[in-house]
């Protein structure tokens, strides 16, 4: 099945978008006026790995780190002092420390991939012609303004995520699984994470989904991610805060009601997905990409280069919504393989994906786009009720 061209209110958007990156190209490049330490405007073409660590860290935006840091350090003391624990879960301070550790590998693993990108340019899913800089754009193609509204996402994004959490963990007894002990197998165990990663990724599938076809959430909160046509690990959470709360809704937290994991899978599957989400906007794709690599035999895997065309496209990019694995675009007929080089194909990349596609078209209208998420949530809530 092919995928379908762009509509006409699409190809009038993406007309007047790529205008605008034509009058940008007549304008002097002045680098001077970027935010300070922001980013990086050149690529080191002759860079060892060993030799790369950016100081960016998400945003570079000290207010957001210094939140950060003061609400973890609060966190964790309040629940060490007084061991909050709540019935059925783990106790709050592991839920704390597990805040500190994923912040740190997003930053740790956000390095490396900008480290692999710097250093092994073949690597890189686009030309590097096509990350030239135009006007007084940064690396990934933003503008100062958009730079600014982004710094200021960070610090919505930071804030929603970690009051949800906390309300979680308050309201959900046993959403955060506490320890016991597992007698199921090994395999068992392996089997319901791929599950949970399914689910979740179906739920995250029809939302990514959903913010491309409803015009008002494409113009008000998703379009602010897709200001990155060259994504970079850096861009992995650069979106509207609520962009990110309902993905942390329909995915992680409807996966762990309906598939609950055990508390070492619930902790493997955090790590596995900050991971996966780093890679696919990293630039590069190859064995680099960790938990790509490890998971080239599910069905219809997907690779950054994947997610990267799709991120080209800008407003035309109706294709390659998923967030793990890569059934459900195959499934439902969006399935796009991109610049899908040598050596970093996946089996299914050359395979015809009509042959297991559904017409789904009908969920591409304004309203209709809701339904699979209205028929999951209502799953979610009978589940949870009962």
Same mark, same amino acid.
């Given at each position: ?49 060993? +030799? ?18 003061t609400c973890l350090f609060v966190l964790s003391l309040i629940s060490w002092v007084y061991e909050i624990q709540v019935q059925g879960s783990m106790s709050l301070l592991e839920v704390a420390m597990g805040m500190c550790v994923l912040s740190v590998l997003r930053r740790v693993y956000n390095n490396y991939l900008e480290a692999v990108y710097c250093t092994f340019p073949l690597h890189r899913t686009q030309p590097i012609k096509q990350h030239m800089l135009k006007g007084e754009r940064d690396l990934v193609g933003r503008d100062k303004e958009q730079l600014a509204a982004i710094v200021v996402q960070d610090r919505l994004t930071f804030i929603s995520q970690f009051c949800l959490d906390l309300f979680v963990y308050f309201s959900l007894p046993g ?50 991610? @897709? ?10 959470? +650069?979106? @509207?805060?609520?962009?990110?709360? &309902? =993905? ?15 508390? +070492? ?9 900050? /991971? ?12 680099? =990409?960790?938990? %790509? ?8 895997? +997907?690779?950054? @280069? %994947? ?6 496209? @800008? ?10 694995? &890569?059934?459900?675009? /195959? ?33 591409? &209208?304004?309203?209709? /786009?809701?339904?699979?998420? /209205? ?12």
């Amino acid at each position: 099945m092919k995928t379908e061209p762009p509509d006409k209110e699409e190809m009038k958007e993406e007309s007047i978008y790529e205008e605008k990156e034509e009058e940008d190209t007549s304008k002097k490049e002045d680098t001077s006026k970027l935010p300070p330490r922001a980013y990086v405007t050149h690529i080191p073409e002759k860079l060892h790995m060993s +030799q790369h660590f950016s100081s960016l860290m998400l945003s570079c935006d000290p207010l957001t780190t210094v939140l950060e840091l003061t609400c973890l350090f609060v966190l964790s003391l309040i629940s060490w002092v007084y061991e909050i624990q709540v019935q059925g879960s783990m106790s709050l301070l592991e839920v704390a420390m597990g805040m500190c550790v994923l912040s740190v590998l997003r930053r740790v693993y956000n390095n490396y991939l900008e480290a692999v990108y710097c250093t092994f340019p073949l690597h890189r899913t686009q030309p590097i012609k096509q990350h030239m800089l135009k006007g007084e754009r940064d690396l990934v193609g933003r503008d100062k303004e958009q730079l600014a509204a982004i710094v200021v996402q960070d610090r919505l994004t930071f804030i929603s995520q970690f009051c949800l959490d906390l309300f979680v963990y308050f309201s959900l007894p046993g959403f955060y699984p506490a320890h016991s002990t597992n007698t199921s197998s090994v395999t068992r165990r392996v089997l319901q994470l791929v599950l949970n990663h399914y689910l979740m990724s179906f739920g995250m599938y029809w939302t990514h989904r959903a913010l491309h076809k409803n015009v008002w959430l494409w113009r008000n909160i998703h379009s602010i991610h @897709h200001w990155a046509k060259h994504p970079l690990s850096r861009t992995t959470y +650069q979106d @509207h805060w609520f962009d990110n709360f &309902g =993905n942390a809704i329909v995915g992680h937290i409807f996966a762990q009601i309906l598939v609950p994991l055990d508390a +070492q899978m619930f902790w493997v599957s955090r790590v596995l997905r900050v /991971c996966e989400s780093l890679e696919k906007h990293s630039g590069v794709s190859g064995y680099f =990409n960790l938990v %790509h690599s490890v998971q080239r035999w599910l069905p219809y895997a +997907q690779m950054p @280069h %994947h997610h990267d065309w799709h991120h080209e496209g @800008h407003k035309g990019c109706n294709y390659t919504f998923s967030s793990l694995g &890569g059934l459900w675009d /195959c499934v439902f007929g969006t399935r796009k393989s991109g610049r899908a080089k040598e050596g970093v194909q996946t089996l299914w990349d050359n395979l015809e994906q009509g042959r297991f596609s559904f017409d789904t078209k009908y969920f591409d &209208g304004m309203y209709t /786009c809701f339904i699979p998420l /209205c028929a999951l949530s209502g799953i979610v809530v009978n589940s949870f009720v009962s």
